[in-house]
């Protein structure tokens, strides 16, 4: 009987969620951070570092914490009772080396005749609307025409979401909470990174690209969006692929 009562208290306080102490650094300099971001990957909190890098967060055994800063290479911070007990943390961000992709510019040869010069301005399939209080525009994407035969339905990235979120529901709810909640929101709405959405989606960036291609979403989108718009893409195809599956759509269902 004691051991059984032992191992419960342990197990209890294994799930206690107690507050997570610390400072996020640069390791060349060792100054602080300020700004840097904290996700709690479990439970889709999130928090802000101060003007010193400090920072405080709840947490508990098991969690996994996201740690980012613009310019610096993201980590993954597994939490163990060791961490819990322990005195505050120092963690120490490597700055991010990115190599620069090659770069080309075209001309376009206009002659200032309207008619003419309008019909030589790259155009795409893509319409795009302006949100009020957010400089960037966003895309709006629709899905493709279904696939002709099942064994190229196989290959469909978007269906492939849509059934891991019916197996797996929390990553959908995850998706949503990132979208929905004021503080998350601001913080994606920083962030262009896309770790944080291949984590949920279990993609990689290849996959990510090919996922949004698939939603009608062009590439000059996907490459200048942010985070947040992103999720907000994805998830808004989600729902238009959910519709047609059940034989409905979007706005018939917002009329009802």
């Keep these: 009987m004691s051991c059984l009562q032992v191992f419960s208290q342990e197990e209890n306080e294994q799930q206690e969620t107690v507050t997570l102490k610390g400072q996020i650094i640069n390791i060349k300099s060792k100054s602080g951070l300020s700004g840097a971001h904290l996700f709690n990957l479990n439970t889709v909190n999130g928090a802000v570092a101060n003007r010193q890098g400090y920072f405080d967060f709840p947490a508990k055994v098991n969690d996994t914490i996201y740690i980012s800063y613009l310019g610096f290479q993201s980590i993954k911070l597994k939490i163990t009772n060791d961490l819990l007990r322990g005195n505050e943390l120092l963690i120490e961000l490597h700055e991010k080396r990115e190599q620069m992709n090659e770069v080309v510019v075209k001309l376009h040869k206009l002659v200032g005749v309207l008619e003419i010069d309008a019909k030589n301005i790259p155009t795409d399939k893509f319409a795009r609307i302006h949100i009020s209080g957010l400089a960037q525009t966003y895309e709006i994407g629709a899905p493709k025409v ?111």
């Excluded at 998350?184 to 770790?195: A, T, V």
């Excluded at 290849?206 to 698939?214: A, H, P, V």
């Design 146 to 256: 279904a696939y002709t035969s099942a064994i190229a339905s196989l290959f469909n990235p978007v269906d492939a979401i849509y059934n891991m979120f019916g197996k797996k529901p929390n990553r959908l709810k995850k998706l949503k909470k990132l979208r929905d909640q004021d503080n998350l929101r601001s913080m994606m709405e920083e962030k262009f990174n896309r770790e944080l959405m291949m984590e949920y989606l279990d993609l990689n960036a290849q996959e990510l690209t090919e996922l949004l291609n698939e939603c009608n979403y062009s590439d000059y989108f996907i490459k200048s969006a942010s985070d947040l718009q992103l999720t907000e893409a994805i998830l808004l195809c989600y729902e238009n692929h959910k519709a047609i599956k059940k034989g409905s759509t979007i706005k018939k269902r917002d009329k009802e």
